[in-house]
Each structure stands twice: as structure tokens, then as C-alpha cells.
């Protein structure tokens, strides 16, 4: 009996490409804002960097609480909690008066979007075969590409229309409540749903770890084994990168081109577009190495390779006195980054299976934030004593933090393969 194949699939990973950019959105209105804000509070180079400290230290923390929570209550019921609390958080931003009362807003907003990731990974783990896994991270991780991109066409205009910084961290709240309804009538499990036909669900277990039971996976099984170690040393190195764009970047050509709200708009749209397709081609690429049969080793190490090449040229940015120039070089360097992710996230369940994707998800963006916190303090302490020149800094190792990062991932794991498991105690195979 032949039975049509649908695609009910792609409908989840909207949903999370939905919630990927509302979350980047909300994210991304602070650096956006800071040159107005930094003027109107009165807050310094130094006090800048906690604010965004304050973020990762909660995203920090909180990656490793939710990471098990979702495990624990399922990735339906965990993505619901996650965008809930960020939604709040959000709106709380308007409420600030001095730079301490944005450091306790940032916090609440990490508390509630560390649950993302882990729960769009543990998504693309029950809804995708291994083979489109890179391919659908990419894709949905593009939203975050997609948020930053629509914040600051959207945020400033809003701003300067109603003359009042709070509508930027005021306007999602509604888009959020319907993105929590959509996702409470579509998500179940595959082998579940209705609307996923039996040949649709025999191709998202084509290549899955299906076989090896719903039994989660404890942490004491999963942080001795060195692939946790390969993709917290990848998280840890490349997301405070990540961040230093995100947070700094509007500041920065503000000080070298002098552009302003007004002007944030078009080479905010260039960066995050380009570097959108950028990250979609580098996640097909090492999907296409996969499908052509190169295993999981070199096909991800490929990969990694090429998005680490693109992020070379972020060097000479400091050093251009022509925006256009800068611009591109930051697209190209960001569209690594969006790679890079796509290959960790898809990394993570190509080693471990799908019950232990969300701690393992937890446990890499804890290391991940970690980094970008020691980042946010460290480049606000260079800025406050060097000035504008001590960009220089954060750039250059930009420029090479990913082709180190995989230089070490592969003396810690030579060869990554997935995680076996016993089928008559259950116990990980280091």
C-alpha cells in the first residue's frame, strides 16, 4: 500500500521560527535603543556592560534549570512556560528608570527565553529524521536573523511616531499570546497527531534513535561523555561572539558612522538579512555533506570549517572608514555565526538521543552564556577605559574564536558519534 506523504512537519518548524523571532525581537530593543537610552538615563560604558551581564548571568543559570525542566514536562508544556515569562519580562523594560532597573528586566527576560533553544531543539529532534535536522535548524533558527532584522525597521518608527521609548518593549505582547494559542492546538508528539500521516512519520523516524526508548536521560549520564564537553567548549567560545554583535553593534556605528535611530534601520537590515542566508546555506551545506554520505565526523566538521572561514574578515571592520564596507563584513561573519549554531543545535542530537536533546541544549547555552557574561563585562571595562579604539579587541577575536573553538573540539573528540545506549540498563556508553 503507497501512502501520500504530507508535510505537517514544516507547519511545527514555522511555529518555532515564529518564536525564535519574537524572542530576538524582544532581545534585540535594548541595543537598539541604547544610544537614546544611554543619553536620556545617563548610564556609562561600564554600567551598559552589566546591564548585559545581569542577561547572561540569568541565561546562564537558567539553561541549565530549564534544559531539565522541559525534559521533565515535555516540549509542548516547556515552550508554553518559556515564552510566557519572556513576554512579561519584556513589557517590564518600561518600567525602568536607572540602569539597575534594566539589569532586573534583563534578568526576568533570560530567565524566560533560555527555554527556547532547548525546546525548538527538543522540537526538530521529535519532528525530524537526523538527515533534514541541520536544514530545519537552520531554518528555524533564521528567526533569529529575522528578529533583529524586523527590530529595527519596526522599533524606531514606533518610537519616533509615538515619541516614547516604552512602545518598543511594549508591542510583541499581543503576538506572543497568539503564537502560545497556535502552538497549544498544533504541537503533539508525531506518532500521535492526527494530521501526520504513517508515511510522514516512518520518514521522521527513518534515521532516529526510536529504538532506544522514552527513558530520559540524568545528567550524571550525560556530562562525563566528551561530546557534551565538544559542544559547551563550541557554545562557550562562539555565542559571546553572538552577543557582542547583538548588543554592541548598533552602539558601535553610531561612534564610527554617527548613525543614529533614525539611520539603524538599513544597515541593521542589511546584516541580519544577508547573514540570515548565509546560516540557511551553511546549515544545507552540511546536511548536503551528510546526504552524500560523509557520516557524521567529517560532514560536521566541514561545516564548522566553512562557517569559520566566513568570520574571518570581521577583523578589518574597526579599521574601514566605509559603512557599506563594515556592514557587509559583520553580515558575513554573522551568517558564520548562524551556521556555526545550526551545526552545534544539529550536532546535539546527532550525538545524544532525542530524550536527552533539551539538557544537552541546557547544559551547551549555560557554557554559552557564561562566556557571553565574562564578554558583556570585560568589553564594557576595554570600551570605558580605551574608548571607541578598544573595538579593535572584541573584532579580532571574532575573527578567529570559531577556528579555534573547532581546533579544540577535535583534540577533546576526534571523531563524533552518536551515544549508545544499553538496552538492559540504560547506562550511556562513554
Known sequence: ????????????????????????????????????????????????????????????????????????????????????????????????????GFAVARF???????????????????????????????????????GTLLAPLIIPPLVIALNDWRVGFLWTFPISLIWMFLWYRNMKNPSNHKRVSQAELQHIQSDSDVTQGERRMRWREIIPHRGLWVIALAKFMADPIWWFYLFWSAKFLYSKFDIDLKQIGLPFF??????????IFLGWLSSRFLKKGMGINKGRKLGLLACGIFAIPVVFVPHTENLTTAVILIALAAGGHCGWSANIFALMSDIFPKQAVASVAGLGGFAGAIGGAITAFLVGMILQDIGTDGYAIPFAVASVGYLVALGLMHLIMPRFKPVKMERDNTKAQL
Not at 125 to 146: D, H, I, Q, T, Y
Request: glycine residues 8%.
Open 1 to 100: 500500500m503507497t501512502l501520500k506523504k504530507n508535510n505537517f512537519r514544516w507547519l511545527i518548524l514555522t511555529l518555532l521560527f515564529i518564536a525564535t523571532t519574537i524572542l530576538y525581537v524582544d532581545r534585540a530593543a535594548l541595543g537598539i535603543l541604547a544610544p537614546e537610552l544611554q543619553s536620556e538615563i545617563g548610564w556609562t560604558e561600564q554600567q551598559y556592560g552589566l546591564i548585559n551581564t545581569a542577561f547572561m548571568v540569568a541565561y546562564a543559570l537558567c539553561f541549565l534549570m530549564m534544559g531539565w525542566v522541559i525534559d521533565q514536562i515535555g516540549t509542548k508544556r516547556g515552550y508554553l512556560l518559556s515564552i510566557a515569562i519572556w513576554s512579561i519580562a519584556a513589557m517590564g523594560h518600561a518600567l525602568a528608570r536607572s540602569w539597575i
Open 108 to 146: 526576568s527576560l533570560a530567565v524566560g527565553q533560555s527555554g527556547n533553544f532547548p525546546s525548538a531543539i527538543k522540537a526538530v529532534a521529535e519532528w525530524f529524521p537526523k538527515k533534514e535536522r541541520a536544514l530545519a535548524v537552520g531554518l528555524f533558527n533564521g528567526g533569529s536573523n529575522m
Open 270 to 279: 542589511t546584516i541580519y538579512l544577508l547573514s540570515w542566508l548565509i546560516g
